[in-house]
């Protein structure tokens, strides 16, 4: 359990939440050959959902990069789940989506995203740096400010 | 053409649509390995998009899930043509994008979703458990209601 | 250099940029056996980004499709750069995800697309023919009018 990574997470005070299964007819994360693709995370925190909002209306980017990691946290627990709890199988984080709920004239996409960026490649090195797409949308599930999706690869 | 999943879609009284070229410089799907990536489809019916409008403006969550499942149709009808017209051949569908175009405030995306999602399953049963990103965008080809894409994985 | 897509390139008198490194925690392309994933690319030119403004306010069809294959010339630069320089290598364009920064009821995103998807089939022929998804999205970074990521097959 006490991994490169998993202490890595330790240092920074982060928790991974427990790999909830979600209500509804789809998985966490479906695996094909040495890839893992994470369905899309919110930034969902004891089962509620954090970060209601959008950027440029009611969050600074320094807040949505803090809903970027939280949904982060998300996406790892559930690789995690599907690597028999041990991170070190990351063999390289292919590619984020970063969802960002704008408000009008909101184009600091990038920023925000660097909080989901940042957390990966703190944790994973050089296996983190990914590709990714960060975009502006309308609105997100439940008013959330930030989802995420991951391609992950694994050994 | 009656194995089990044409019987499913013959029970529900649901029919795939012709697997229609589109009208410009892209393909409905590619095929790399074992893997479909399928384009993101409208709720096209005999040629002519249906639901066009918005969640929470013209439409429903229950309206919307409807266009979900007419996107979903014509995914099958892609993915069927590329597998010589055997369904039975989807080893699994790894993840469902699904685009939601939502007025302003509405953050019924997963619901929406859900109507892709259920029918995917119903059809498929645990091969159909997918990944999956729902987002609310804000506008789409045609002022349509839902885009899903997909990726699946076939032998 | 002089293969024949450089020549088409040259034909056209367009130029791919250098392959410039992102100023985040990310990369511009990574590899997952023969599969390229290219981030998410903007429409920068010399270093900065064009194409400022929305479809259905600033920007007109026409305009958002030079955006567009802007984006694409810078697809393609990272592409090259992770091929060794040689774009013949590529064997498929598997998927283009393009957003389309779009105004209330501007609903055209796939004409815009077909700037990217043009461009590509022009100049990589059936092996340029992908599945694509066009969306419209409320902001993109920077302001710029389109965003596109692509997923490569290369041998």
Chains 1, 2, 3 share one sequence.
Not at 1 to 13: C, D, P, R, S, V
Not at 15 to 43: D, M, W
Not at 93 to 100: E, K, N, S, T
Not at 122 to 150: I, Q, S
Request: a negative charge.
């Amino acid at each position: 359990m006490t991994n490169a990574i998993e202490a890595k997470l330790a240092e920074k005070g982060l928790v991974l939440p427990e790999a909830a299964l979600p209500a509804a007819n789809y998985v966490p994360a479906t695996i094909s050959g040495n890839l893992i693709y994470v369905s899309g995370q919110l930034p969902m925190k004891d089962g509620k959902p954090q970060g209601i909002g959008k950027l440029g209306r009611e969050f600074t980017i320094e807040q949505g990069q803090e809903v970027a990691r939280q949904c982060v946290l998300n996406v790892l627990a559930h690789v995690r789940a599907n690597l028999n709890g041990d991170l070190t199988r990351v063999k390289r984080v292919l590619r984020l989506g970063i969802f960002v709920a704008s408000a009008e004239g909101f184009t600091d996409q990038p920023k925000v995203a660097n909080g989901a960026s940042d957390l990966i490649v703190e944790l994973f090195g050089d296996k983190g740096k990914h590709a990714r797409a960060a975009v502006g949308v309308a609105e997100l599930p439940f008013g959330v400010a930030v989802e995420v999706e991951a391609t992950v690869e694994f050994e």
